[in-house]
């Protein structure tokens, strides 16, 4: 399956904005749940810190679905 790209403009973003931003997640609390239930992997592998940072080229995987963070370059 071919991760879905989600373009941010920032250098970086924190895991649960990112499950919020991609529609991973309906809310910013439903993106807390689903981390804290260790329903979310970052390059392969679970992760429970709601506040890490994901930067372009990282891999987030919920449930069956594939994200991956890509650096828009279109704004500065």
Do not use: C, Q, W
Not at 31 to 48: P, Q, R
Request: without cysteine.
């Amino acid at each position: 399956m071919e991760p879905t790209a989600v373009r941010i403009h920032s250098p970086f973003i924190r895991l649960d904005a990112f499950l919020k931003f991609s529609g991973a997640a309906a809310t910013g609390g439903h993106a807390k749940i689903l981390i804290a239930e260790g329903e979310v992997a970052v390059n392969g592998e679970k992760t429970l810190a709601r506040g890490k940072k994901l930067f372009a080229g990282d891999r987030v995987t919920v449930d069956s679905r594939a994200y991956i963070v890509a650096r828009d370059e279109t704004t500065a």
